[in-house]
């Protein structure tokens, strides 16, 4: 969810600021999972939950002070910031309710669900790697605010999906399969971000999610 | 007496507490400001009112 909220912010040129991004992703994982944990995970739960959270981090925006400079940069702490929020939450929330409950679609569906969360979920981590280097290096919120561009982050996601979908959809042998995702995600991201140590650390960003993906999805 | 019950209370006291109360005030007259900075008492308090609105909404949904 924060990293589809991420693109859309990169789009349309909205300051990607890392303690408000770990501010959003705290309230939206806490919600999500003492919603799930307590209550459960239906039509009603879903509809609390993606509304919950995003007012929740809106209350955050409104009391918080600023701590990059509004005149410069465009910050998404406007009320309706919240539909949009509300939105990119609800379709996460069906993908990953899709993915665990997966009675209802085939292999095809099944592959995309796959291919999206490992997709979001790789650039998720590799945009965490560059902008806390960033940050450990410059202690400059403003300078971490730029580290982000549209372009290649729509080259890295989109890249991602088409690689995750083909390899999830047609190559059913487990092994070769995380092992193809993990090398084509490294190489992706070496090819895109031209950065050898950003690749390397690349091998735990995509074998993180392969992992986790695997674990929740093998009783299939 | 429930444990959710006892969390959203407490909690929701502290969410609201740290939250909304002014920084001043918080720090000086209530003396609860624990060196930190105001950003983080919104921090604490916004995490403290979540687990609150969740436990509110699980005491409403106990089946």
């Known amino acids: 969810m924060v990293m589809l909220d991420v693109l859309y912010h990169l789009a349309t040129e909205t300051a990607v600021h890392i303690n408000y991004v770990a501010v959003k992703f705290t309230i939206i994982y806490l919600t999500l999972f003492l919603v799930t944990y307590w209550v459960g995970k239906s039509w009603n739960d879903a509809v609390f939950a993606t509304i919950a959270g995003p007012v929740l981090f809106y209350i955050y925006y409104v009391f918080a002070d600023p701590t990059i400079n509004r005149d410069v940069f465009k910050i998404d702490d406007s009320f309706g910031y919240i539909f949009l929020h509300i939105a990119v939450f609800a379709l996460s929330y069906a993908v990953v309710r899709n993915l665990i409950d997966h009675r209802a679609q085939g292999q095809r569906g099944l592959a995309v669900g796959k291919a999206f969360a490992f997709a979001f979920a790789v650039f998720g981590l590799d945009a965490a790697y560059q902008m806390l280097k960033v940050q450990l290096a410059t202690h400059d919120e403003e300078i971490v605010a730029r580290v982000m561009s549209v372009d290649t982050s729509l080259y890295i996601v989109l890249s991602l999906l088409l690689v995750g979908f083909l390899l999830y959809n047609y190559v059913s042998n487990i092994k070769i399969q995380s092992a193809a995702l993990v090398l084509s995600a490294v190489l992706l991201i070496w090819l895109i971000g031209m950065h050898g140590v950003r690749a390397f650390v690349g091998l735990a960003s995509a074998g993180i999610p392969v992992g986790l993906i695997y674990l929740y999805t093998r009783e299939r | ?63």
């Open chain 2, 1 to 63: 007496m429930n444990k959710k019950l006892i969390t959203a209370i407490v909690l929701g006291i502290v969410g609201i507490v740290f939250t909304f109360t002014p920084y001043k005030m918080l720090t000086r007259t209530l003396h609860l400001g624990l060196g930190l900075r105001h950003n983080d008492h919104i921090m604490i308090g916004i995490i403290a009112l979540t687990i609150a609105v969740v436990a509110v909404y699980a005491l409403i949904n106990r089946k």
